[in-house]
């Protein structure tokens, strides 16, 4: 695991806040349950990587054709994730793990997904090339999350507040996803815009062949 100074305050943010994050989010999260839906709707069969795994907010929604192995970045939230998993009496590899420097092998997945985690990784780039590394080639990446509004005076908002909300929740509210994505190794697939001023993006995009 990394341990980089921003990584360790990364996760000590999510551990601090991990016995309340469910209940932070209970009025985001009436919006967020159909975009879930829409992406492990997509999702093919196969082995399937879920990173950021939280307290396991997705896992109603994994299909039955996938075996899925989720990390976290904080024990805290993988404990909720591990009990929510045992009361849904679902089989999980669940493991505490950084993004950025994933202990698999080449080429060992054939999909993976992150829900509103790239917000909250320190270097973004690096674990989207982790991500290109892992899956195999041609396989798909699924990524949901909340980016900067580029439009005038909302933009510098966000950005201005974002040193605030990076410190009470471990989340910048003006990361530019998309466009990482695209510096990235990966290969754009499709955007869909989702949400007010189309905050929220959901990414497809492919690990090259």
């Keep these: ?21 469910d209940l932070m ?3 985001p999260e009436r919006r967020f349950v159909p975009w879930r839906q829409q992406l492990w709707a997509q999702v093919p069969p196969g082995q399937v990587l879920e990173v950021g795994v939280g307290t396991g907010k997705n896992f109603p929604f994994h299909p039955d054709s996938i075996t899925v192995t989720g990390i976290d970045l904080s024990d805290g939230m993988l ?3 591990r009990k929510k998993a045992r009361l849904m009496d679902k089989t999980l590899d ?3 793990m950084d993004a950025q420097a994933l202990d698999f092998a080449a080429d060992t997945f ?10 909250s990784i320190p270097d973004p ?7 290109a590394r892992v899956v195999k080639p041609g396989g798909k990446i699924f990524l949901l999350d909340h980016v900067r509004i580029d439009r005038p005076v909302i933009g510098p908002v966000m950005d201005a ?4 909300t990076v410190r009470l929740t471990g989340a910048n509210i003006n990361r530019r996803t998309v466009e990482n994505v695209r510096q990235s190794s990966l290969l754009i697939e499709s955007v869909t815009d989702l949400g007010p001023l189309d905050v929220v993006k ?8």
């Excluded at 959901?202 to 062949?209: K, R």
């Design 25 to 27: 989010e209970i009025l």
């Design 161 to 164: 507040v974002n040193p605030l």
């Design 202 to 209: 959901l990414i497809v995009a492919d690990t090259p062949a």
């Design 79 to 81: 404990a909720r994730a």
């Design 125 to 131: 780039l690096v674990a989207l090339d982790e991500l």
């Design 94 to 96: 669940l493991r505490q």
């Design 110 to 119: 054939d999909a993976a997904v992150a829900t509103f985690v790239f917000c």
């Design 1 to 21: 695991m990394t341990n980089n100074h921003n990584t360790k305050k990364t996760r000590a943010r999510y551990n601090r806040i991990a016995p309340v994050y």
